[in-house]
């Protein structure tokens, strides 16, 4: 929570830097959601994650370890918000064209979902939706900061008990020096 407060705070400032990498993201979203399997079996929760087929695969230029945590939070709060039973689903695919792809990234939920007046503000700092669930209400306004660092967009679909929808898309090639390793984050690594 104090570092996503932090890189928060930094991205308002202006002083949250990208460190650039070239990998899969699709494989490495499938490795990034896997400790997210416990809980899903705990909560009897069907996850999936989806890849469609595309030309030029997914490899992408990106900051990982933002990725990672647009990722993690996105799919936390899923699963704060779906019940037993539920479903969960991420779907990845390649959009844009030839010159500008795009990688398309959503994430859906058959959760409790949310009032009209309450998706308006989701994405504002310390917005909490519901008192009842522990939460900071800093996760969302991270992940948007963090697509939008990435220059890409974030929009959210959700009604209340018929669940919420998260699409995101954002440039497979981010501009700036390439990194050869990127060292992972070791809070989310051990989930």
């Known amino acids: 929570l104090i570092n996503q407060i932090l890189d928060f705070r930094k991205f308002e400032s202006g002083k949250l ?3 650039l990498s070239r990998f899969d993201v699709a ?3 499938k490795d990034w959601t896997e400790a997210f399997r416990t809980l899903s079996y705990r909560k009897h929760v ?3 994650v989806s890849v469609q ?6 490899a992408m230029i990106a900051d990982a370890e933002k990725m990672e945590r647009i990722t993690y939070n996105l799919l936390s709060n899923a699963f704060k918000f779906t019940p037993e039973n539920g479903r969960i689903e991420i779907a990845l695919s390649v959009c844009g064209s030839k010159e500008d ?3 398309c990234y959503r994430v859906s939920d058959t959760g409790i979902g949310m009032p009209a007046d309450h998706v308006k503000h989701i994405f504002e700092s310390f917005y909490q939706v519901d008192v009842h669930h522990a939460g900071s209400g800093i996760g969302l306004a991270l992940v948007k900061a963090f697509v939008e660092m990435h220059g890409g967009h974030i929009a959210v679909d959700s009604a209340e008990g018929k669940g919420t929808v998260f699409t995101l898309e954002i440039p497979m090639e981010q501009q700036g020096e390439v990194v050869d390793r990127v060292e992972r984050n070791v ?4 989930l």
Not at 187 to 190: F, G, M, V
């Open 101 to 103: 792809r795009r990688l």
């Open 46 to 48: 069907h996850f999936t």
């Open 53 to 58: 087929p595309a030309e030029g695969g997914y």
């Open 17 to 19: 830097d990208m460190t």
């Open 27 to 29: 494989e490495s979203i």
């Open 187 to 190: 809070a989310l690594a051990n």
